[in-house]
């Protein structure tokens, strides 16, 4: 399936299946954890509503690389 990621500093976000939010979204903390084996989504809420905006936004603008 598609998937949609980006970094915002020290945060990454990764959502697995598609364009909605309730297909799987993972968050990390790449300071922290650089293999990325820990999602942290549910310990930083304000973090991950933050970024899932942010990419609904890059979403709707247009500005990926993942087909429809």
Do not use: C
Not at 19 to 25: A, C, L
Not at 54 to 64: C, M, N, P, W, Y
């Amino acid at each position: 399936g598609t998937s949609f990621g980006f970094r915002e500093g020290d945060w990454k976000l990764i959502r697995h299946g598609g364009r909605k939010k309730s297909d799987g979204t993972q968050l990390y903390h790449l300071a922290k954890d650089p293999g990325e084996k820990t999602d942290v989504s549910a310990g930083h809420p304000d973090v991950l509503a933050r970024m899932q905006a942010r990419l609904d936004k890059i979403i709707a603008d247009g500005r990926t690389r993942a087909p429809e």
